[in-house]
């Protein structure tokens, strides 16, 4: 059973760090691209960052380049975002997802763990 | 980046009745579309991917239909546990995006 289990959210002030984790199991994790999608509260679905099985591939979307970092760690089974220089706009849930399929990175978004909330606020 | 728009904002059906979602690309992206659900207070779920293709474990009535910019989900007889919301994403170009989401409600 595939298993995936965010941690890292809380309050931070804007212009402050934090650094999110994912821990997946059930699946070969250094097979599958895995991604960060945020959901401000009330509001859809923003695609944040991905990487490839590999991390040869890394992606951020606009509003995070310069200030968000993905990586991750295949010994451990973990995925990670470091967030610099936070905004109030980047309060949301975040979300860690397991890419579709094996070895692609541009893929859809299989499965999700249930997020970590992260609040930017003074 | 490719924007995505989704109509109805609201669909108001019955249990039984049948659902019909569009979701149209502001340009081509061929057959790179996923539908997800998401029920309220739960992370979405990915039911079609590459315009067509069910998800593993996603029941026979839900269907996915488009390319190019113009794409459609079905749901052919809502079940009480369908009442949710409803985004696409593309996946054609980075950045991947979604739509605004259509909710379906009672």
């Known amino acids: 059973e595939v298993q995936i289990l965010e941690s890292g959210g809380g309050l931070v002030q804007p212009g402050r760090s934090l650094r999110l984790s994912c821990t997946a199991s059930?699946?070969?994790?250094?097979?599958?691209?895995m991604h960060w999608v945020r959901q401000a509260p009330g509001k859809g679905l923003e695609w944040v960052s991905g990487?490839?099985?590999?991390?040869?591939?890394?992606v951020y979307a606009d509003s995070v380049r310069g200030r968000f970092t993905i990586s991750r760690d295949n010994a451990k089974n973990s995925l990670y975002l470091e967030m610099k220089s936070l905004r109030v706009e980047d309060t949301a849930l975040y979300y860690c997802?397991?890419?579709?399929?094996?070895?692609?990175?541009?893929?859809?978004?299989?499965?999700w763990g249930q997020g970590t909330l992260v609040t930017v606020s003074s | 980046e490719i924007v995505l728009t989704q109509s109805p904002a609201t669909l108001s059906l019955s249990p039984g009745e049948r659902a019909t979602l569009s979701c149209r690309a502001r340009?081509?992206?061929?057959?790179?579309l996923a539908w997800y659900q998401q029920k309220p207070g739960q992370a979405p779920r990915l039911l079609i991917f590459?315009?067509?293709n069910r998800a593993t474990g996603i029941p026979a009535r839900f269907s996915g239909s488009g390319s190019g910019t113009d794409f459609t989900l079905t749901i052919s007889s809502l079940e009480p546990e369908d009442f949710a919301l409803y985004y696409c994403?593309?996946?054609?170009?980075?950045?991947?995006?979604f739509g605004p989401g259509t909710k379906v409600d009672i």
């Open positions: 997802i397991k890419g579709l399929r094996s070895r692609a990175i541009l893929d859809y978004f299989d499965f």
């Open positions: 059930g699946f070969t994790f250094d097979d599958y691209a």
């Open positions: 990487i490839s099985w590999n991390s040869g591939s890394v």
């Open positions: 340009q081509s992206v061929s057959t790179y």
């Open positions: 590459d315009a067509s």
């Open positions: 994403q593309q996946r054609r170009k980075w950045p991947f995006t």
